[in-house]
C-alpha cells in the first residue's frame, strides 16, 4: 500500500473577478515507503499547490475535488480536523521553499527547535528536567543535519544565521517529531552548489536510515536524478509523467518530459559545444488563459485535433504517461481508447 496517494485531485481557485479556473487538474501522485519521489515541474506548474493539498493549506473559498487523498490507507480529505492535524504534526513534516520566511524571527533557533518536539517525546518530571531533555534532543537534532557547532546557533535569531544554516534548521525542526513522510519543496533552490550538496546527502542519509519517505519537490533535474528514485512530473497543474526515475531519464514518453530534459545540458549527451539549447516555444500558460484540453497543447510539436481532450492517464509497467500521441509509440498503440492506469501490462522497454 502507498504511503501517500492522490488520485485525480482538482483545485478550483477564485482568480478574483469572478472566475474559478482549475489550478491543479487530475493530478495523481503516489510515494511508497521509504521512497524518494521527486515532483518535478517548471515555475508556476503547481508543485507548491499540491503540496498545499496534501497539507491541507488551502483557504476556504478554494476548493479540492479528488477520488482520494490518503495517507497510510487514511483518507484525509474527510477525517475530521483534529485527527488531519495529528497526521500533520507527527507524520508529515514539510520544509518550505523560504527557510528565512517559515522561522519567527523574534524568536532564537534554539526555543524554536525545542518548541517542535512534541511534549510526548519528554519523560515525566520536574521542570527543570524537562528543560533540560528538551535541549539535549534539539542538539541531537542539530547535530543530525551536519551542524557540528549547536553553542553558535542555539541562541541566535535567524537573521543572524546563514540562509544554508536556516534551511538546515528547518530540516532539523521537521525531524522533531520522526515523521514518516518529509516533503521539501524547493528546499534547495538558490544554494550554491556545495550547500546544495551537503542538503541533497543529508536527504539521502535520512531516507536510508530512518527509512524516510521524501517527497522532493524541484525543478533542478540535475539534484533530482542523483537523489529520486522515482519522479512524477507536473506541467501547468497537469500531471504528465511519472515512474522511475531511470526509465524516464532514459525513454520519455510524454513530450514535455523530453523537452524538459532536452532543455538541461547536463542530459543532452549527443550535444555539440555552442550549439543551442532545445526549448518549446512560447511560455506556460497564465491560470486565466489555460487551453482545453491537454494544456501543453499549443506549445506541443505533436498537437492534433485530439488533443483538445484531457489525455486520460495510460501505463506501461510502473511508467504512467497522460498524452493522445506518445513519443516511441506506434500510432495505432497510442490513438487506442485510454484505459485507465491501474492493473495496466504491456511489453517492457526496459532492456531497449
Ligand atoms: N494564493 C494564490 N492565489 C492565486 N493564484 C495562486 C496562488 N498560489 C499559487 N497560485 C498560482 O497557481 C499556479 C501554481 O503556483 P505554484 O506556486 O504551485 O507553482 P510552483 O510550481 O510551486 O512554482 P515555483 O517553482 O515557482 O515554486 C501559478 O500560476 C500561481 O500563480
Ligand atoms: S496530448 Fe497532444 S498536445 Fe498533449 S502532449 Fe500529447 S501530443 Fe502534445
Ligand atoms: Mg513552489
Not at 469572478?18 to 508556476?44: C, F, H, M, P
Not at 527557510?99 to 533557533?109: A, E, G, K, M, Q
Not at 519522479?231 to 513530450?255: A, D, W
Not at 505533436?302 to 493522445?324: F, G
Amino acid at each position: 500500500m502507498a504511503l501517500l496517494e492522490i488520485k485525480n485531485l482538482t483545485l478550483y481557485i477564485d482568480t478574483g473577478d469572478d472566475t474559478t479556473v482549475k489550478a491543479l487538474e487530475k493530478v495523481n501522485l503516489t510515494l511508497n515507503e521509504g521512497e524518494i519521489r521527486a515532483l518535478v515541474g517548471e515555475s508556476g506548474s503547481g508543485k507548491s499547490l499540491v503540496v498545499r493539498c496534501i497539507i491541507g493549506a488551502i483557504p476556504d473559498y478554494w476548493s479540492i475535488k479528488a477520488d482520494r487523498i490518503t495517507y497510510n490507507g487514511q483518507d484525509l480529505l474527510n477525517m475530521s480536523y483534529e485527527k488531519r492535524r495529528q497526521i500533520m504534526r507527527r507524520e508529515i513534516a514539510v520544509v518550505f521553499q523560504e527557510p528565512t520566511s517559515s522561522l519567527d524571527p523574534s524568536v532564537t533557533i534554539g526555543e524554536q527547535i525545542e518548541e517542535s518536539i512534541p511534549p510526548e517525546f519528554i519523560d515525566k518530571g520536574w521542570f527543570w528536567e524537562k528543560n533540560r531533555q528538551r535541549k539535549q534532543i534539539a542538539i541531537g537534532l542539530i547535530h543530525k543535519v551536519g551542524i557540528r557547532d549547536h553553542a553558535r546557533y542555539l541562541n541566535a535569531y535567524p537573521h543572524e544565521i546563514p540562509k544554508d544554516v536556516s534551511q538546515k534548521i528547518m530540516i532539523a525542526m521537521a525531524l522533531a517529531s520522526e515523521p514518516k513522510i518529509l516533503i521539501a519543496d524547493d528546499s534547495t533552490r538558490g544554494m550554491e552548489s556545495t550547500t546544495k550538496t551537503q542538503i541533497l546527502r543529508l536527504l539521502v542519509k535520512l531516507n536510508k536510515t530512518k527509512k524516510l519517505a521524501i517527497l522532493f519537490v524541484s525543478h533542478d533535474l540535475l539534484a533530482i536524478t542523483s537523489i529520486a528514485q522515482s519522479m512524477t512530473v507536473l506541467y501547468c497543474g497537469q500531471t504528465v509523467e511519472s515512474g522511475k526515475t531511470r526509465s524516464l531519464l532514459k525513454r520519455p514518453l510524454h513530450p514535455y518530459t523530453k523537452a524538459l530534459l532536452d532543455s538541461a545540458p547536463s542530459f543532452q549527451v549527443s550535444l555539440a559545444p555552442k550549439s543551442p539549447l532545445v526549448a518549446l516555444d512560447g511560455t506556460i500558460p497564465t491560470l486565466q488563459h489555460l487551453p482545453a484540453g491537454c494544456r501543453l497543447g499549443p506549445r506541443c510539436p505533436n498537437a492534433r485535433k485530439e488533443c483538445v481532450q484531457v489525455p486520460a492517464p495510460r501505463s506501461i509497467q510502473e511508467h504512467t504517461y497522460s498524452c493522445h500521441f506518445p513519443l516511441h509509440m506506434p500510432e495505432k498503440l497510442s490513438t487506442k481508447p485510454p484505459r485507465m492506469a491501474q492493473g495496466l501490462t504491456a511489453t517492457s522497454y526496459e532492456d531497449d
